[in-house]
């Protein structure tokens, strides 16, 4: 009799487990239905002839900043500027810039080309002003490298190596300032 009474509560149990988990699929369901977009065109940099831009970052203000690369310059949109497209910078008119990071004070990070035009080097890079600064790489770790990301007081992380994209690239910290 006593196991015939655990079972009964077992399978309420279960029955009730199973009402609930359902219930709950459900909800979620029709809510992620709720739930609707709007995409805004961010454009590509007036300056540049490429009609191409591809984000890589939005940071945390309310004016909106997203950083990328429009052609081959990196760029910063900040919704509140006119135009809210900007050049965000690179190190020669030959050089190639890509924005891959932005902290709360709008600065971009990323990546540009540095060195003689026969010979560029992808050197990790941080934006102002119109131009590029190459933050450079670390010690014995290869030519290239590459800022993926940047905190509001200036802390860059980012990797370097041998090659761009390499297997044997190491993870690094520094700072802008």
Request: a positive charge; glycine letters at 12%.
């Amino acid at each position: 009799k006593h196991r015939k009474k655990t079972m009964t509560s077992f399978n309420v149990l279960r029955n009730f487990t199973t009402i609930a988990l359902t219930a709950c699929c459900a909800i979620g369901v029709s809510s992620a239905r709720a739930q609707t977009y709007s995409l805004t065109d961010l454009g590509a940099l007036p300056s540049m002839t490429a009609t191409v831009a591809t984000p890589a970052a939005l940071n945390d203000l309310a004016q909106v900043q997203v950083a990328g690369t429009s052609g081959t310059s990196a760029f910063r949109y900040t919704l509140s500027n006119t135009p809210p497209m900007e050049d965000a910078g690179r190190n020669s008119p030959k050089s190639i810039a890509r924005g891959f990071g932005i902290n709360s004070s709008g600065m971009v990070v990323g990546d540009s080309t540095f060195g003689p035009s026969t010979g560029l080097t992808s050197r990790a890079a941080s934006f102002s002003n119109g131009s590029a600064t190459d933050l450079g790489t670390l010690q014995n770790s290869g030519p290239f490298s590459r800022a993926n990301g940047i905190n509001a007081t200036g802390q860059v992380v980012g990797f370097s190596g041998d090659k761009l994209d390499g297997d044997s690239s190491r993870a690094f910290l520094g700072s802008t300032l």
